[in-house]
């Protein structure tokens, strides 16, 4: 069983490993919101549970009723294994596969990123951090994306590292998204793309602020912004605020691209000012099609980035240091391509999306997996 906040997470990120679980002859169940992606994987077939979680922050009645929902699924499935995406599937979701099945079930967490609880900090992070460590020391194993969030729960006892998997990003289909490198030198205009959810500590404000530095300067580039809004999260960004930046003439505004492959090929510079990740596959994708990266020094995202190598990271919350980043690669297309290159060599080398999923099939081996124990 595979626990997420929504399909899209399952569908964007480990379509590839419930293909292989399914293939290897296990029943594959899905637990997550009722959208199209989870529609799509059902189709795959897998069986879709439909489980909601509050993403608004803390709600204790939405809350208890996820976790009654989780103990439920436990009960009529008495799944082998189940992994956890995402902060609330972690923490219910272990606490409930633990009281239903004890050990008789393998419990896998991924933490995906430390988001609007730990970047904000106060008694969230607190509460949160409480119900990570309860959760995490039921688990068989914890996978992290970065080095920085397991050193993080290593240090405040919130795991124990001997039960901990570094397992670097959710990986990128790279054939996707590839483009020959050359191609970057002519594109017939300059153009600075960021993709993203429309949350403020994914750097929106940052992005709009530099563009609207550098307009004046460089009045062709286009600085255009796709991703979709997020109404239900405590930091979501605005429409006005997106709208008030059309209507200055700082931005082009793309909305959600289901077909973002697009809009790189299309992309001189790719920008991701987030406060934090866990790490950010929207700048692997970029590096696919040798796109090269301005983003925040920030954990996750160093390890997407190298820099100086394969992008530029600046400092996080840092506006005119994203703007004076961007302007030195607008003014130098030999560097541009340079970056691009080395970030698209590197994708393919460390973060295929097979060798990710086969990471992840190995260690479910290692955890006593096997196919003849599941009908």
Known sequence: MLVANRGYALKSSRE?????????????????????????????GCVHEVLNFNRGGLNVAADFKAYRRLLALHRQYRPRLVHHFHAKPVILGSIAAHKVS???????????GLGHAFINGGWIRK??????ARALHRADCTVFQNRDDRAL?????????????????????????????????????????????????KGVGEFIEAARQLKPRFPEVVFALAGESDPVHPDAVPQTAIDTAVADGVIEFLGYREAIENEFARSAVFVLPS????????????????????????????????????????????????????????????????????????????????????????LYARLGLKAEQTP
């Open 127 to 132: 509460l949160a951090g409480a119900g990570y």
């Open 275 to 362: 406060y934090r990740e866990g790490v950010p596959r929207v700048i692997l994708e970029a590096a696919a099609a040798a796109v090269p990266t301005v983003a925040a020094d920030v954990p996750g995202t160093r390890e997407a980035v190298v820099d100086g190598e394969t992008g530029l990271l600046v400092a996080v919350k840092d506006a005119s240091a994203l703007a004076q980043a961007l302007a030195g690669l607008l003014e130098d297309s030999g560097r541009r391509l340079a970056l691009g290159r080395a970030a698209q060599a590197r994708v393919a080398r460390e973060f295929d999306i097979q060798k990710i999923t086969d990471q992840h099939l190995a």
């Open 102 to 112: 004890g050990r008789a079930c393998i419990v896998v967490n991924t933490i995906t």
């Open 16 to 44: 590839g490993l419930i293909r292989a679980l399914l293939q290897a002859g296990h029943r594959v169940v899905i637990a997550t919101a009722d959208d199209d992606h989870a529609h799509a994987l059902k189709a795959l």
């Open 153 to 201: 729960f290593v240090e405040q006892g919130r795991v124990d590292p001997a039960q901990t998997e570094l397992i670097v990003s959710s990986g990128v289909d790279v054939a996707r998204f590839y483009q020959p490198p050359e191609t970057r030198a002519e594109l017939p205009g300059l153009r600075v793309l960021m993709v993203g959810r429309l949350l403020w500590q």
